[in-house]
DNA sequence: TCGTGGATTTACCAAATGGTAAAATTTACC
DNA sequence: GGTAAATTTTACCATTTGGTAAATCCACGA
C-alpha cells in the first residue's frame, strides 16, 4: 500500500492551506493560471514564497485543488434539481441558483472559465468524470418530462447550456457588462427578471 | 508633427505581418496573453523571435493590434441591425448572425472573451470607445420599439448580454460543450433552432 | 551590375519565475 | 524545561522569456 497515511492536518496546517487557497483564488481568478505568478500569491496569503511550497507541491498543485474543491459546489445547483418536482418550477429554481451563484462566487466562475477557456488542460478528466454523468442524467430526466407532455419539444442539452452561459455571462465578463450598465447599477437585480421571463416563456408551451 | 511617415508596406511586410497576426490569434486564444510566449508565436509564423520584433514593437503591441483590427469584425453583427425593419426579424437575424460568428471565429470569441474575463486590461479603452456608444444605441433602438409595442416589454440590455451570452457560449466552451455533446455530432446545426424557438418566444409577446 | 535600404539571423542579456537546500525558529508534547 | 517534530526563513539556482545590438543577407531600382 502506497498511500499517504494522511495524519490530521494541525491547526496550523488548516489556517494555512485555507490561507493559500483563497489568495490563490483570487489571483488566478483575475489573471489566469499562466498570469498567476507564485510571489503573487505568497503575498496575498501572507506568507513567503518557499513556506507556500511547503503546503503545496507546486503551483500545478494549488490550481489543481482549487478547481477540485470547487467542482462540487459548481455543480451543486444542477444535483439539487428534483425529478419529483414540477418541470418548470424545478429548471426555474435552477436558473436562479445558477444566477445566484454568479453573483455570489464570480471567482470561481471566472476561474472555471478560464480553464475551460483555454482547454481545460488540468480539469479535463474531472469534467468526464462528474460533470458528464450528471450532465446526461439531467438530459434524460428533461427528456421524459418532454415525453410526458409537461414541456414544450426542446433539446435538454441546449436548454442546459443557455441557462449556463446567460447565468455565468455576469460573472465571467463581469467588466464588460459593468461598463455598459454602469459601475453602480445592480446588474444582478434586473438581470434575474429578465432570465425569469425568457426561461419561463421558452417553457411555458 | 510626430507621425509616422506610414509609407505603403512591402508585398514582403504586409505577408509577414498577416503570417504573425494569423499566428498570434492562434496561440494567444488557446494560451491566452500570458500564457503565449513569442517563441510560439514565432515557430508559428515560420519566423524567428527577432524578425517578429521588426514587424511589431513587442507582445502587446501584437496583442493590441489583434483586438483592435477584431473590434470592428466583432461589431459589425450588432451594426447591421436595421431600425427600418421589423423588430423580431431584425433582433432573429442578429442572433443568427453572431451564431454564426462564433461558428466561423472561434479563435476571435476566445481572444475577446479571454481578454474580457481578465478585466480587459489591454482594450478597455476601446470598449468604452466602439462598443458603448454602439449598445446605447441598439438599446435605445429597440426600447423605441418595445415603447411602439412591436415588442413585449423588456429591459433591451440584458437580451443583448443573453444574445451574446448564448451564442458566444459554444465557441468560448467549446471544449466543454464538445465534450458533453459528443465530439463528432454538428453543435451549432441544434443550436440554431433552440436560440431560435428561444428568443422567438421571448420576443413573441 | 552595383549599391542601398529593407529584411533576417546570430549572439546575446537582464529580469522574472518556479523551485530547492539547509539553516533557523517555533510549536507541541512529555 | 527540554526535545523532537513541525514550520518558517535565508540564500540560492536553472530555466524561461521578452527584448536588443550588430552583423549579414538579399531584393530591387538606377
Redesign the interface.
Known amino acids: 500500500m502506497t498511500q499517504t497515511p494522511a495524519k490530521k492536518p494541525s491547526r496550523i496546517q488548516q489556517r494555512n492551506r485555507r490561507a493559500i487557497l483563497d489568495a490563490a483564488l483570487d489571483v488566478f481568478s483575475?489573471?489566469?493560471?499562466?498570469?498567476t505568478t507564485l510571489d503573487q500569491i505568497a503575498e496575498a496569503a501572507g506568507l513567503s514564497k518557499p513556506n507556500l511550497l511547503y503546503y503545496f507541491e507546486g503551483k500545478e498543485d494549488i490550481h489543481v485543488t482549487l478547481l477540485s474543491q470547487l467542482m462540487d459546489t459548481w455543480l451543486d445547483p444542477l444535483v439539487e434539481m428534483n425529478p419529483d418536482g414540477d418541470p418548470v418550477s424545478e429548471i426555474m429554481a435552477y436558473v436562479h441558483r445558477k444566477l445566484a451563484m454568479a453573483k455570489d462566487l464570480p471567482r470561481e466562475s471566472?476561474l472555471f472559465?478560464?480553464e475551460?477557456?483555454?482547454?481545460?488542460p488540468r480539469i479535463?478528466p474531472e469534467?468526464?468524470g462528474h460533470?458528464?454523468p450528471l450532465?446526461d442524467e439531467k438530459c434524460a430526466l428533461i427528456t421524459t418530462w418532454v415525453e410526458q407532455g409537461r414541456l414544450p419539444p426542446?433539446?435538454p442539452?441546449?436548454?442546459i447550456?443557455?441557462i449556463?452561459?446567460?447565468t455565468?455571462?455576469?460573472a465571467?465578463?463581469e467588466?464588460?457588462?459593468s461598463?455598459?450598465?454602469g459601475e453602480d447599477e445592480d446588474t444582478y437585480a434586473?438581470?434575474a427578471p429578465?432570465?425569469d421571463?425568457?426561461f419561463r416563456?421558452?417553457l411555458?408551451g
Open positions: 483575475r489573471h489566469g493560471y499562466r498570469g471566472r472559465a478560464g475551460i477557456l483555454q482547454g481545460a479535463g469534467l468526464q460533470l458528464k450532465f426542446l433539446d442539452r441546449h436548454l447550456f443557455s449556463w452561459a446567460t455565468q455571462h455576469y465571467d465578463f467588466r464588460q457588462v461598463l455598459l450598465m434586473s438581470a429578465h432570465l421571463t425568457m416563456k421558452m411555458g
